[in-house]
């Protein structure tokens, strides 16, 4: 099965950072690989699909780059409602569906 | 788009549960649904899928044999029937909707786009 790591597990950031999460792949993966953000107490919402594309409505500081194994989600201004975790998902194993361990953003 | 879940509660050991997930705003039969659970202050976890037509089901190794997944596409409602839940079982259950891209190999599963509230089963003596 694939594995999928993500780092840091906890960042530490000020309002206006440009701000760096990357999820490993324990095996060369195709691009179907998305980013979530959660909040405390809601469900997750979907930022970035097929690794670089932003979904709609999601704001353009948030930005997805990648290939192979290593893949990025970056934000590039961050605000004060971004604090939140954020969780890679990778389904090309499908059938089954592969989520990161999940990295949390606090504020500095 | 709209997904609500209902169902959970407080569960002994070895017993049952019937979640429920209520859809709307969308075509129901055209997308798959998804499980996913997040036991409390960890990560996410999917758990099962099955298709629109009803004739793909998934399940991950972890509830494989105990959860059963259904659908009444007449209802618009996605099922999860949860037997001999253990300790380990405790979570936040959201249902989650499916998009899959088309490509010439087939059709593969591209991101979850709307999930739903969640509804929590704590399984305790």
């Known amino acids: 099965d694939i594995q999928l790591t993500q780092s840091p597990s906890f960042l530490s950031a000020s309002v206006g950072d440009r701000v760096t999460i990357t999820c490993r792949a324990s095996q060369a993966i195709r691009s179907y690989l998305a980013w979530y953000q959660q909040k405390p107490g809601t469900a997750p919402k979907l930022l970035i699909y097929a690794a670089s594309s932003l979904q709609r409505g999601v704001p353009s500081r948030f930005s997805g780059s990648g290939s192979g194994t290593e893949f990025t989600l970056t934000i590039s201004s961050l605000q004060p409602e971004d604090f939140a975790t954020y969780y890679c998902?990778?389904?090309?194993?499908?059938?089954?569906?592969?989520f990161g361990q999940g990295t949390r953003l606090d504020i500095k | 788009v709209q997904l609500v879940e209902s169902g959970g509660g407080l569960v002994q050991p070895g017993g049952s549960l019937r979640l429920s997930c209520a859809a709307s705003g969308f075509t129901f039969t055209t997308y798959g649904l998804n499980w996913v659970r997040q036991a409390p202050g960890k990560g996410l976890e999917w758990i099962a899928y099955m298709s629109g037509s009803r004739t793909t089901i998934n399940y991950a190794d972890s509830v494989m044999g105990r959860f059963t997944v259904s659908r009444d596409n007449a209802k618009n409602s996605l099922d999860l029937q949860m037997n001999s839940l253990r300790v380990e079982d405790t979570a936040v259950y959201y249902c989650?909707?499916?998009?899959?891209?088309?490509?010439?190999?087939?059709?593969?599963?591209?991101?979850?786009?709307?999930w739903g509230q969640g509804t929590l089963v704590s399984v305790s003596s």
């Open positions: 998902q990778h389904l090309n194993s499908y059938p089954l569906i592969t």
């Open positions: 989650a909707r499916v998009v899959f891209n088309a490509e010439s190999s087939g059709f593969y599963p591209y991101y979850f786009d709307y």
